[in-house]
């Protein structure tokens, strides 16, 4: 989460004081990402500092009666944001991935209890998680988006958990098992 | 005594070495009022399940009570009548009629059951009602979205006094919004007393559930631990804690 480039948006807004900037921040993004005032202000030092904001300036530190307006190179650096896609061509070093991985080498453990294990946890959070939208989704749309996130990156683990139980007990009917060829492991490595 | 429970549930297909075991003893609770989610793959029997608890199939095995009376006590005409008055079902693919509206769609079990018209129709204009759906009571199916055709259909499985809503995998083909909308409806039937069973594969549809239940090759490998009370959970949320 991109405090600095969120700030940003809220000042494309209009001219706003650190204390209302924080305000919005977290209403803004469903409450979910607490901001302390000490973080507000160091951003906005460092974008100011950059030219992309600019305050009024009394001669004062970055204080309560500050006002902050975006630059016009503070709005391109925001455009420039807003339409570059983050980087997400390194697959995450996933503790669960490497976890399966591991049980699959361990005698004794099934792997696919250790998976079973997860995917209960896993839907436990998502219950948490609908409950919360059941109650107040209809209320507070920026909130039902954050959950709605939340939900779908729970429910992507919990896909992959299927999808790799599915496979092992494949895996297991069609002994020996396939291993990968060396050209795509060698890419594999490559991408690391 | 729960509403419905499974005791003991097995069904077998084939025989000898053709066997197939289906479901393996499985024990099942659901209160009047609550939502349970049976979720497993494709083949792990949560939709034989279904078909069991609805009286359309018979366990090999086992006993399925439903408001303290067994399915095995039952005639066969007091089982057809159990699945027009008490049980409601909800499939994937809606299964309306194409030739009847939305209302019509909704009344006829009850017009099947033997109710005038007239009283079949309010009950069904209450249903639709009930779900927010009253003004497409006139029209008909191919009139109306994936979503309301679904909703339609769990409209129809909780008209009149039906208590058990039996759902296989009941978002289907929806988006996620609508998806969210018939899990809603469920809810809704839930809090008017109605115990529901959900069969899917899906975590999200599963998670609107009160408890989820882990099928496996047909045996109950594992259960939900229910939700914790709304405040706790605004203190007991991992990080990052939502604050409210």
């Known amino acids: 989460?991109?405090?600095?480039?969120?700030?940003?948006?809220?000042?494309?807004?209009?001219?706003?004081y650190g204390l209302q900037l924080r305000q919005e921040f977290?209403?803004?993004?469903?409450?979910?990402?607490?901001?302390?005032?000490?973080?507000?202000?160091?951003?906005?030092?460092?974008?100011?500092r950059d030219e992309l904001i600019e305050s009024d300036d009394r001669g004062e530190?970055?204080?309560?009666?500050?006002?902050?307006?975006?630059?016009?190179?503070?709005?391109?650096?925001?455009?420039?944001?807003?339409?570059?896609?983050?980087?997400?061509?390194?697959?995450?070093?996933?503790?669960?991935?490497?976890?399966?991985?591991?049980?699959?080498?361990?005698?004794?453990?099934?792997?696919?209890?250790?998976?079973q294990v997860h995917r209960r946890y896993l839907v436990e959070l998502m219950q948490q998680w609908t409950r919360l939208k059941e109650d107040e989704a209809d209320f507070d749309l920026t909130f039902a988006l954050v959950v709605d996130a939340e939900l779908f990156r729970l429910d992507s683990v919990v896909r992959w958990l299927d999808a790799a139980d599915g496979r092992l007990k494949r895996a297991a009917?069609?002994?020996?098992?396939?291993?990968?060829?060396?050209?795509?492991?060698?890419?594999?490595?490559a991408r690391r | 005594m729960s509403y419905l429970q499974l005791r003991q549930v097995s069904k077998s297909y084939g025989a000898g070495a053709t066997e197939v075991h289906?479901?393996?003893?499985?024990?099942?609770?659901?209160?009047?009022?609550?939502?349970?989610?049976?979720m497993g793959p494709s083949g792990s029997g949560k939709s034989t399940l279904l078909t069991i608890v609805g009286s359309l199939e018979e366990p090999t095995s086992g006993e399925v009570v439903i408001d303290?009376?067994?399915?095995?006590?039952?005639?066969?005409?007091?089982?057809?009548?159990?699945?027009?008055?008490?049980?409601?079902?909800?499939?994937?693919?809606?299964?309306?009629l194409a030739g009847l509206t939305a209302g019509e769609n909704v009344s006829l079990p009850l017009e099947l059951d033997g109710i005038s018209a007239k009283k079949a129709h309010l009950a069904g204009i209450a249903a639709l009602e009930e779900l927010g759906l009253a003004d497409r009571a006139t029209h008909y199916p191919d009139e109306l979205s994936g979503g309301e055709r679904q909703?339609?259909?769990?409209?129809?499985?909780?008209?009149?006094?039906?208590?058990?809503?039996?759902?296989?995998?009941?978002?289907?083909?929806?988006?996620?919004?609508?998806?969210?909308?018939?899990?809603?409806m469920v809810l809704v039937a839930c809090h008017r007393g109605v115990a529901a069973v959900v069969v899917t594969h899906d975590a999200q549809l599963a998670s609107w559930a009160d408890r989820v239940v882990f099928i496996?090759?047909?045996?109950?490998?594992?259960?939900?631990?229910?939700?914790?009370?709304?405040?706790?959970?605004?203190?007991?949320l991992p990080a990052p804690s939502p604050r409210r």
């Open chain 2, 151 to 184: 909703r339609v259909a769990i409209a129809r499985a909780i008209v009149g006094e039906r208590t058990l809503l039996l759902a296989d995998e009941p978002s289907g083909a929806l988006d996620s919004t609508n998806a969210e909308a018939v899990m809603r």
């Open chain 1, 61 to 115: 530190e970055a204080g309560p009666q500050k006002v902050f307006h975006i630059t016009e190179a503070g709005r391109k650096e925001l455009d420039t944001w807003l339409s570059t896609p983050s980087d997400m061509t390194e697959p995450p070093r996933d503790e669960l991935v490497i976890k399966v991985l591991a049980a699959l080498h361990v005698p004794g453990v099934s792997v696919h209890d250790v998976i």
């Open chain 2, 216 to 236: 496996r090759d047909g045996k109950i490998v594992d259960q939900t631990v229910p939700p914790p009370s709304l405040e706790s959970l605004i203190t007991d």
């Open chain 2, 68 to 96: 303290g009376v067994a399915l095995s006590s039952m005639s066969r005409n007091d089982k057809a009548r159990l699945r027009r008055r008490t049980v409601g079902y909800v499939f994937q693919d809606f299964n309306l």
């Open chain 1, 26 to 48: 977290e209403e803004g993004t469903g409450e979910v990402w607490p901001l302390n005032v000490g973080q507000v202000y160091t951003t906005l030092q460092r974008l100011e």
């Open chain 2, 22 to 38: 289906a479901l393996s003893n499985i024990n099942l609770a659901v209160e009047r009022g609550s939502l349970v989610a049976v």
């Open chain 1, 1 to 16: 989460m991109s405090v600095r480039h969120a700030l940003l948006a809220f000042l494309s807004e209009a001219p706003k």
């Open chain 1, 173 to 189: 009917l069609e002994a020996p098992s396939a291993k990968p060829g060396p050209l795509i492991r060698r890419r594999l490595v």
